[in-house]
């Protein structure tokens, strides 16, 4: 996310820095100022300890924050301790804590339904409202939780499965909170294998006729300019 001066990394998962420098136009990881976990699941976190190294040029520049949950950090941590010290600083994500980097303000909810201690995001970037629910099982308060102008969603299943054991959302989640927060754009992306195989862009314009509510598809390298929403 980059907003006016001010860059944040959100959830570098395996392959971030390598996607970073063969993005076009090349992104600068030295140029970030924060990075940012929602939580420690490998999916999400895989390169934070390559980003840290980046970010700070190798540790020769301290700089940077680190944002994250307490048990990324804890007992089995995804990040490393030797790297610490090349940060500026590190964040605890905390449930309904408010934060800023630089031009970019934010706060987290409660704790979503997931096996790690995991934290969706409401961003402020005046005039505009983000919300990104990450990785959660479906619970009643979810909508009201993320009630951005733009919702960035992480869809994993087409159809919900009874006893999903890794709490994730399916569609037919993603439609429920479409019709109570109300979003002028939705953003489906993480995708799952039946997500994949079902083509991500035709459920979303599925989504989108059946709700009337602007929808899309995350592609990789997809850019979205919040002054065209
Ligand atoms: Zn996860």
């Known amino acids: 996310m980059s907003v006016g001066g001010t860059n944040l990394c959100i959830d ?5 820095l390598i996607r970073c420098l063969r993005s076009k136009p090349k992104l600068d990881p030295s140029s970030l100022d924060g990075i940012l976990l929602t939580h420690r699941h490998l999916d999400h976190a895989g390169d934070v300890n390559v980003m840290i190294e980046a970010m700070t040029e190798g540790g020769h520049k301290k700089r940077g924050i680190l944002f994250a949950p307490e048990d990324a950090l804890e007992k089995d941590p995804v990040v490393l301790k030797y790297l ?9 994500l905390r449930e309904n804590g408010r934060y800023r980097l630089g031009e970019i303000s934010f706060s987290t909810a409660q704790k979503h339904h997931h096996p790690v201690e995991t934290y969706g ?7 505009h409202t ?24 992480h869809v994993v299943r087409l159809n919900p499965i009874g006893n999903d054991p890794v709490d994730h959302l399916s569609i037919e989640d993603v439609k429920t909170i479409m019709q109570k927060s109300k ?5 489906l992306t993480h995708f799952g294998m039946t997500m994949v195989k079902a083509k991500p862009w035709e459920v979303a314009k599925a989504l989108e006729k059946e709700t009337g509510m602007k929808v899309i598809a995350a592609s990789d390298g997809l850019k979205l300019d919040l002054k065209e929403v």
């Not at 995001?121 to 005039?127: A, G, V």
Request: glycine share 8%; aromatic share 10%; net charge negative.
């Open 12 to 16: 570098p998962g395996p392959g971030s």
């Open 121 to 127: 995001l409401n961003f402020n970037i005046s005039p």
């Open 84 to 92: 610490r010290g090349y940060l500026e600083k590190v964040e605890i």
């Open 183 to 187: 979003p002028t754009l939705t953003v």
């Open 130 to 153: 983000v919300s990104l629910i990450t990785d959660t099982r479906y619970f009643p308060e979810l909508p009201s939780l993320y009630r951005g102008e733009v919702l960035i969603i």
